[in-house]
């Protein structure tokens, strides 16, 4: 007898015990999801490996590191949008799999057509750094600000950042200081 929510509850209870920092103890929980083709669990999983690579079980980094991208290259092929901003991160910085940039630009993209904060801040990393496209302080500060605009906290630091060194001339220093007062806050 198939139970459709069997999946989702064990993602949901090894998820709670990731954030309650019970890491061994989740794990076991997302991978039964994980291997029931749930994509949520695929690619919160994949988190897990990058996070604590050592609850992974694999030997080694470079395994563990395999797997994660294995995982989210799962989730993406059943539409899951958190995953491609995930998946457009593994190739930016070379987890698991060799570095493409142009890749990386594509999934970043197309998790942003999805209004992903995370994907719009690390396109902004590729813009601020000149990665697989032109350096381009404008462009970068644009996306670390729609990713600030959505609450993601890294959006805020990198932003602030940008701002305090003066890498955009278009924007005020005053725009600046309440995300970084509630980033050194940790809000």
Known sequence: ?????????????????????????????LRKA????YSAAQADLAYAYRDDP???????????????????RLAVEQG?????GDLGTHLMHGVGVKRDYGAAISWLRRA???????AKAHLGEMYKNGWGVPQDDAEAVKWFRASADQGYRGGQYNLALMLLQGRDRAE?????????RDTAVGR
Do not use: F
């Open 54 to 72: 050592a609850v992974s079980g694999y030997p080694s980094r470079s395994e563990t590191m395999s797997e994660a991208y294995r995982l989210v």
């Open 1 to 29: 007898m198939e139970q459709p929510d069997v999946a989702r509850l064990q993602y949901q209870y090894g998820w709670a015990l990731w954030w309650a920092k019970r890491h061994a103890e989740a794990i076991p929980w």
């Open 172 to 180: 005020r220093m005053g725009a600046c200081p309440a995300w970084r």
């Open 34 to 37: 994980a291997d029931q083709s």
């Open 80 to 84: 899951n949008t958190i995953a491609m």
């Open 112 to 118: 942003i057509e999805h209004d992903d904060r995370y």
